[in-house]
C-alpha cells in the first residue's frame, strides 16, 4: 500500500524556518513527481511546490519563490521542504502528494493529477 507521511509541522514566530519532509512506504519515489500543497483554514488547498522524478527541476508559487525549498532524497526515499522567512499568511495544514511520472503537470496545483496523498501536518505562523 502506497503511504506518504508528513512530518515537521509546529508552531513558529514570523521570519523563522521549518522543514517539512514527507517519507514514502510502501512504494520507492524514484518513479514519482512529488508536490507539497497546502489548506489554509476557511481556503482551498493550493499548490506549493513540484520536483520532478529526477530533482532537476523545481517549481514554485510565486507567493514562496525565494523563501522556500524543494528538495528530494531517493535514497531515502524523501521529500523535503525548507521554509524561510514564514509569514502568518504561510499558516495551513502542509500535504505532500505523489505522481507516477517523471515531471510535474503545467499546473501542479491541480489535485487530481497526483495519485497519492498523505495526512498532513500543521504549520502555524504566529507570535
Known amino acids: 500500500q502506497l503511504q506518504l507521511v508528513e512530518s515537521g509541522g509546529g508552531l513558529v514566530q514570523p521570519g523563522g524556518s521549518l522543514r517539512l519532509s514527507c517519507a514514502a512506504s510502501?512504494?520507492?519515489?524514484?518513479?514519482?513527481?512529488i508536490a507539497w500543497f497546502r489548506q489554509a483554514p476557511g481556503k482551498e488547498r493550493e499548490g506549493v511546490s513540484c520536483i520532478n522524478r529526477g530533482g532537476g527541476t523545481t517549481n514554485y508559487q510565486d507567493s514562496v519563490k525565494g523563501r522556500f525549498t524543494i528538495s528530494r532524497d531517493n535514497a531515502k526515499n524523501t521529500v523535503s521542504l525548507q521554509m524561510n522567512s514564514l509569514k502568518p499568511e504561510d499558516t495551513a495544514v502542509y500535504f505532500c502528494?505523489?505522481?507516477?511520472?517523471?515531471?510535474?503537470?503545467?499546473?501542479?496545483?491541480?489535485?487530481?493529477?497526483?495519485?497519492?496523498w498523505g495526512q498532513g501536518t500543521q504549520v502555524t505562523v504566529s507570535s
Open positions: 510502501g512504494f520507492t519515489l524514484d518513479y514519482y513527481t
Open positions: 502528494a505523489a505522481r507516477r511520472a517523471g515531471s510535474c503537470p503545467p499546473d501542479y496545483s491541480i489535485e487530481s493529477s497526483f495519485g497519492s
